[in-house]
């Protein structure tokens, strides 16, 4: 499925709970993200951040997250292992994300 197809979704699951009574969710505000995870998909995962521009790197165990800056409501997440090498025992050598063009453009 394609970015906005997912958004159609999103916008179908918003009129259906927003068409009904308010009721309490399980999450608090600030946990209230979708995390698409590509496993091991490296292509689909740099076209979604190139797609989404600037955001931060964080790291969860085995796992690279990018926190788009154009939303706080969705994470990409991918294995270490699929976009980093392994220099030595829990050292990590990393690529980054955006070439030094793309990082320019992307600050313009």
């Known amino acids: ?26 999450w608090e505000e600030s946990l209230a993200y979708t995390t698409f995870y590509y496993w091991g998909d490296k292509s689909d995962f740099l076209g979604a951040v190139k797609a989404l521009g600037a955001g931060k790197k964080d790291w969860c165990k085995g796992e690279l997250i990018f926190l788009p800056e154009a939303t ?19 050292k990590w050598e990393c690529e980054p994300l955006l070439s030094d063009e793309e990082e320019a453009k992307i600050g313009a």
């Open 72 to 90: 706080d409501m969705l994470r990409f997440g991918i294995s270490r292992s699929t976009v980093c090498r392994k220099v030595q025992e829990e």
């Open 1 to 26: 499925m394609n970015s906005h197809k997912y958004a159609e979704k999103l916008r179908q699951l918003a009129d259906v709970l927003l068409s009904k009574p308010e009721f309490n969710t399980p």
